[in-house]
Each structure stands twice: as C-alpha cells, then as structure tokens.
C-alpha cells in the first residue's frame, strides 16, 4: 500500500502524471487530486482511477495561470490535507520558435513554480511529517542539448531548484524529491522520431518513482545508463562535451 493518501498531481491526463494517477489509485490511495489542461483525457483518467475505489477530484487547469493553481491547490489541502504534491506537468517545444521557447518556460519553469510556491506555504504550517513536493524533471537537464536547447534548460532549471529546496526545506520536515526520467511513453515521446535508448513504458516509470518517492530519495533518475552516460558528459570539458554532444541526432 502506499504510504501517501492524499495525492495532487498536475498534468495527470498523460504520460507519467496518468501512470501515477493509477498506480495510487490501486494502491490504496484515499484521494487523488489531478488536474490537467484536456478536459476529455483527464475525465477518462479519472473514471479509471475511481474503478479502485479512490475518490478523484479533477480539475481542467493551466498551470501557467498563478492565481488559478494557487486557488486550487489551497482548495485541495481543505478537502484533505495533502501528503504528496507533485509538479508534474511539462511540454515539449517542438520547433525552436518564438512562441514554443516562451510556452516551454511558461509551463515547464512557472508552471512548477506556481505548483510548489503554494505546496511549501500550505505544509510550513503543518506539524506532521508526511508531507512531499515531488518535481519532474528529466535526464535531458543534465546538460544542455542541440536538439532540444529550451526543453533542457527548463528541466535543468527546475532540477536545480528542486535540490536546493529539498536542504532548504528539510527545517520544517518537508520532503522534496526531483524526478528525471529518461524516454518514457508519452504524448511527448510519441513524436520523436530520433532513437530513444532504454524507452520505457509509462506503468513502468510510475512504480520506480512511487517506490522511490516513499523512500525519499532525493534523485530519481532512470534508468540507471542513460542516467550514468548524462553525468558523465556534464562533468566533461566543453571542448569533449561539445563534440559527443554535437554528433547526436536531432529530436525532431
């Protein structure tokens, strides 16, 4: 069973936010709060989650606009008090525009902030010790990409911040974990048409982070080559990082 009970995830309508919103919910989660911006997927994903028994609550929801995440994360915590909140939700960019760069660091840095800024108000108030603020990340902010330069700045971005906070929170028994998962199926992952070493399936991913994130690890990152591979070219000089990393193929 899993020790969390009262779960929120953002961006719970696909890929890993959905595989987690089921993994708790079969696994005897009391309430599952998800939000998502498609109003269709996200109902489906509820109408599953609720089959285990779990009460969903589910809101569509752009978690670039502050005031509105705020509101509902603080609604949330009134239902339940909130053990676990995950700031899952992400984009890619696809082309390198304008609109794309700016929406990818909306969704993917705001996007998390506006998420955690109301999770640490809400559990610094709280005496109790089960409390969690999960981000995701991925192995693409170990370092920065051609193929992808906003997507892994913003992941890079939110990965560092989610390591400072994890010290920088533990004074008032708050768990913070960073997620960086490497090709896992999603909507995302369902366009590249590039190679993607060590895919896995969304179910997969989503029971090594639940696993992981109820031991309180501060990294998860997976799998463990791809994981090896990106540490080692962040910590390479510039002059090797940037020939491996100029010879890899284009994620278009």
């Not at 696909?14 to 595989?19: F, L, N, T, V």
């Not at 089921?22 to 309430?31: E, K, S």
Request: proline residues 4%; aromatic residues 8%; contains cysteine.
């Amino acid at each position: 069973m899993a020790a969390f009970k009262n779960i929120l995830i953002t961006g719970a309508s696909s890929g890993i936010g959905e595989a987690l919103a089921l993994y708790y919910a079969q696994h005897g989660a009391h309430n599952l709060f998800i939000c998502g911006r498609n109003t269709k997927r996200l109902e489906d994903i509820a109408k599953r989650c609720r089959k285990s028994g779990t009460v969903v609550h589910s809101k569509t929801l752009d978690i670039t606009d502050r005031t509105a995440t705020e509101n509902w994360i603080n609604e949330c915590e009134k239902i339940a008090p909130l053990n676990l909140i995950h700031a899952n939700a992400g984009v890619s960019t696809g082309a390198e525009t304008s609109e794309n760069i700016y929406n990818t660091f909306n969704t993917n840095v705001m996007g998390v902030v506006n998420t955690v800024l109301p999770a640490i108000e809400i559990f610094k108030t709280r005496q109790d010790s089960n409390k969690t603020i999960a981000i995701t990340s991925s192995i693409a902010g170990y370092h920065g990409l051609m193929a992808c330069p906003s997507y892994s700045a913003s992941k890079a971005a939110v990965k560092a911040w989610g390591e400072a906070l994890r010290l920088n929170l533990k004074q008032y028994r708050i768990n913070v974990s960073v997620i960086c998962p490497g090709f896992v199926r999603s909507r995302i992952t369902d366009k590249n048409t590039c190679p993607m070493p060590f895919f896995m399936e969304a179910d997969q991913a989503a029971q090594i982070i639940a696993n992981r994130l109820e031991r309180n690890i501060g990294l998860i990152a997976f799998p463990w080559p791809m994981r090896l591979a990106t540490w080692l070219g962040s910590i390479l000089p510039n002059c090797i990082s940037d020939f491996i990393y100029s010879r890899m193929p284009y994620k278009v």
